[in-house]
Structure formats: structure tokens, C-alpha cells
């Protein structure tokens, strides 16, 4: 129901270890208000600092990625209210016969902006890869707690392709 522009920039990612089956990214990413309305996003530039951890499940044909990103408002509208959150994400992604794949993502949001409230969200994937670079995709997601907090949403659904380079 809360569509959101938002322009990101991933200004650094690297890895910072790597191992038999497990790899640690830590980056940092830069969210600009983009939005042409108010309704459109929060109406502040976000810095974001972010960690995750890419760990290979091979009994189950998945990895697990634990995640934590937190985001924290720099400038943008002095009338807005300010951006400061972290989100804690456990990602599993699956992959099936025939270049099919699953990604269940809980997400855990604490809002350090209004009294450390925590807000949940679980969104899954259905996607197929077509070839190496091309895969199609559907994410339903929904808000599970925390109705008060602008990161949670009542229910989303995204449709798209990507390319891997």
C-alpha cells in the first residue's frame, strides 16, 4: 500500500572474509529523496552501513544469508520526521529443478526513532532463471507487527526481471 522512489547508491561493498563455504560482505549504501510527493518516501537522504554473511546449506540446496543493515538520516526535510532504524534479515534462498528458485526474508526493523518499537515483515520469492544472466520474479510480502512504524507495511507484491552481469 506505501509506494516508495527511492534512488540507491551502493557506494561500497567488499568482501571482508571468505572461507569453505561462507563469504562476509560489509558495504555501505546512500538512499536520496527522489520522491516527486511527499507520499512517495520519507523526504531525507539516508546513509546506510550494512553486513551480511553468505553461508552455503548444501543438504538443502540453499544459502542463508543473515543481514543487518542500519539505516540513519543525514539531511532532507526539516519537516519530516528522521530516518533511524536498523533491520535484522535472515534470507534463505532455495533452488529447485529447471532453474527455479524460493527466498522466504523475515525481517525484524527496530526504530531507534520512536522508542526502539519493533516492527516485522515477511516477504517470499517465486523466480525462474530463463539463462545464465536473466530471471523472472514475484514477492509477495506482508506486515506482521508493528502497523505504527512507517518501515511496515500491511501487505506488497513486486513482479520484475533481473539481470546478472
Keep these: 500500500e ?16 571468505r572461507g569453505e563455504g561462507y563469504a562476509v560482505v560489509v558495504g555501505a549504501e546512500a538512499i536520496f529523496d527522489t520522491a516527486s510527493k511527499d507520499s512517495l518516501g520519507m ?4 546513509i546506510s552501513p550494512l553486513a551480511f554473511a553468505s553461508i552455503a546449506v548444501p543438504r538443502l540446496n540453499s544459502v542463508f544469508f543473515p543481514f543487518v543493515q542500519y539505516y540513519y538520516s543525514v539531511s532532507g526535510d526539516d ?34 526513532q520512536r522508542a526502539d518499537r519493533v516492527g516485522f515483515t515477511l516477504e517470499g520469492e517465486v523466480g525462474r532463471f530463463l539463462d545464465r544472466h536473466l530471471a523472472i520474479w514475484a514477492r509477495p510480502g506482508v506486515g506482521l507487527h508493528g502497523d505504527n512504524l512507517p518501515q511496515v507495511y500491511n501487505w506488497n507484491l513486486e513482479v520484475g526481471a533481473r539481470y546478472i552481469f
Excluded: M
Excluded at 43 to 46: A, F, L, P, R, T
Design 2 to 17: 506505501r509506494l516508495q522512489l527511492r534512488c540507491h547508491l551502493e557506494a561500497s561493498i567488499c568482501r571482508a572474509a
Design 43 to 46: 523526504g531525507k537522504n539516508i
Design 79 to 112: 519537516t519530516r520526521p528522521d530516518v533511524h532504524y536498523t533491520s535484522i534479515k535472515t534470507v534463505l534462498l532455495t533452488r529447485w529443478p529447471d532453474r527455479f528458485y524460493t527466498v522466504v526474508e523475515p525481517n525484524f526493523i527496530i526504530d531507534h
